[in-house]
């Protein structure tokens, strides 16, 4: 069974993904992570986002995996070409550099054709923002979570701090938030929009929990339908 859960950045997709996964015991796969870290290896190999070719060949051949830490069920751990990106792939740089890379075609061909492979090991939560609408079209359940702009940042504000990556400023965290929907929702190769037959969440004055149960309860009906 395949759970895609989409919607904008710091709607809470991570936190619910992972929980949901834990809840059923599926596997979740985060595949903002894997965009943001083919930004990673263009900045680090000096290729322009200007340049196609080069991304799309980096999408093509640098292997992402994901890796779980002993004592833990679900992955966490990052890494494009065997390089631990897991915490350099989330810094106000890797932000910025992410919209025009995942908006390249050919970057997001290689990556659907990747995650298409991981969800059909398994039973997978996959988050992202073409999921149900794209990657996999036919998934069981298909969730659109959502969360206002402002409570969007202030949600990424305290996760940079709970992850001792030092403070961020809310308006710039805002803006950038208020750009990245922007350009997420308006590029031409899969925009950012919730699938026809997707359940529309707002998680903005919603306990998460009831975010989580809400998901598990459309799983278990699919499950035994
Ligand atoms: O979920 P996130 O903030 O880590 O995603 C990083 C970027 O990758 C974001 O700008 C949108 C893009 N992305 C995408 O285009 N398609 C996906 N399936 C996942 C993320």
């Known amino acids: 069974m395949i759970i895609a859960i989409d919607g904008p950045s710091g ?14 015991g599926f596997s979740c796969l985060d595949t903002g992570a ?6 990673w290896k263009a900045i680090d190999e000096g290729v322009s986002f200007e ?11 640098c292997p992402i995996e994901f890796g779980i830490e002993p004592g833990e069920v679900l992955p966490r751990k990052v890494y494009i070409s065997s390089i631990d990106v897991t915490d350099a792939i989330r810094t106000a740089e890797i932000d910025k550099a992410v919209s025009p890379v995942s908006a390249e075609p050919l970057v997001r061909r290689a990556l659907v054709d990747q995650q298409r492979r991981i969800g059909e090991t398994g039973n997978y939560v996959v988050e992202g923002r073409d999921i149900g609408t794209v990657v996999f079209p036919q998934a069981e359940v298909k969730v659109f979570l959502t969360a206002s702009p402002e409570e969007r940042a202030h949600r990424r504000v305290r996760q940079n701090a709970d992850r001792g990556l030092g403070s961020i400023d809310y308006d710039e965290v805002l ?51």
Not at 11 to 24: D, E, F, N, Y
Not at 34 to 39: C, F, G, K, Q, V
Request: net charge negative; with cysteine.
């Open 11 to 24: 709607a809470g997709k991570s936190t619910v993904a992972k929980a949901v996964a834990k809840q059923l």
């Open 34 to 39: 894997m965009y943001r870290s083919i930004a």
């Open 51 to 61: 340049d196609s070719e080069n991304l799309g060949r980096i999408a093509r051949e």
């Open 175 to 225: 803006a950038d938030i208020i750009r990245r929907d922007k350009v997420d929702s308006s590029r031409s190769d899969s925009p950012l929009k919730p699938a026809e037959d997707s359940v529309s969440i707002d998680s903005t004055s919603t306990y998460i929990e009831d975010v989580i149960d809400r998901i598990c309860q459309l799983a278990n009906e699919r499950m035994d339908a």
